[in-house]
């Protein structure tokens, strides 16, 4: 059987460029927690908190092996907070990682780095934010874009950023708890830079607005679904069944994920060209072209 000229490409590009060898892999690790794995350039995202207000949290053992960097959380190169709320950040949390990962970077806004302890705070690479505005640095290997986001339903000074991760070949949005309106994400011009994945609060996905700035000021090929409170699951899912049916839910720490081959993550116009990717609802995996990448369908 001949194989796409698109595919062959890729294929190749995959033998010669050890950082995209094996792709991207994104594994949920609890409430917007997230590990982008790329192999040689692991990024962590709001990983490192416990318990609160009910949201999901690691469990005792899962989460010291996180915090000291055990086994299988050595060689994180990247350590992103979007804000201080503490079901995103703990400041003994990242202070202890960080002690047992000498060459991993912390890169959050001015905010959080001022609730660390001065060890850890010496470690930080402080973004200044303001809403609308971003910065683009490259970090161990990954093009991190710091998008200055306003959080919903709290006061203008939280200091919400979001980021746009360029990893493994593939565009990732985090953006944290940022308010779901056009204001917030219009000046960023995000269509234009091809996200490959979103990963979204859920309440982005279940109201006509919300879902209209997704549509119009995100644009993503696929969107990840979550902080998602393990006592809202059995309420939130069927929501989202119902307005975005391609959207993955993460909800079970440390196994949901999405990965994007190699083949799929190599050239943007590679992957328009040859069907290679599809997600399920629990997890991914590589298909042939007929299930060909699409665009995740959004109600209008």
């Excluded at 905010?111 to 609308?132: M, T």
């Amino acid at each position: 059987m001949r194989l796409p000229v698109a595919v062959l490409v890729a294929a190749a590009a995959c033998a010669t460029r050890p950082a995209v060898r094996d792709g991207l892999r994104i594994t949920y690790v609890a409430n917007e927690g997230v590990l982008l794995d790329a192999g040689a350039t692991r990024v962590l995202i709001d990983g490192l908190h416990g318990e609160y207000k009910g949201y999901a949290a690691l469990p005792a053992a899962p989460r010291e092996a996180l915090e000291t960097a055990a086994p299988p959380w050595g060689g994180i190169s990247v350590v992103l907070v979007s804000h201080r709320h503490a079901d995103h950040f703990d400041p003994g949390s990242v202070a202890r990682f960080l002690a047992r990962s000498p060459d991993a970077v912390l890169a959050t806004s001015e905010e959080v780095v001022a609730l660390l302890p001065a060890e850890a705070r010496a470690r930080a690479r402080a973004s200044p934010w303001q809403v609308g505005r971003s910065q683009t640095e490259t970090i161990a290997g990954a093009k991190i874009t710091f998008l200055g986001l306003g959080h919903g339903d709290h006061p203008p000074q939280i200091q919400n950023l979001g980021h746009l991760v360029e990893i493994g070949g593939a565009t990732v949005l985090h953006v944290g708890d940022a308010e779901a309106t056009a204001e917030n994400f219009a000046p960023f011009a995000l269509p234009v830079r091809g996200i490959d994945v979103a990963l979204l609060p859920w309440w982005f996905l279940v109201d006509d607005a919300a879902l209209a700035v997704v549509r119009t000021h995100i644009a993503p090929r696929r969107i990840v679904a979550f902080h998602i409170a393990p006592e809202e699951e059995a309420r939130v899912l069927p929501l989202l069944r119902e307005r975005v049916p391609d959207a993955v839910p993460f909800v079970r720490m440390l196994e949901d994920q999405v990965r994007l081959p190699c083949s799929e993550t190599v050239t943007k116009p590679a992957r328009r060209r040859a069907g290679v990717f599809t997600v399920s609802e629990r997890g991914a995996r590589p298909v042939g072209p007929r299930a060909g990448p699409r665009r995740a369908s959004l109600p209008r």
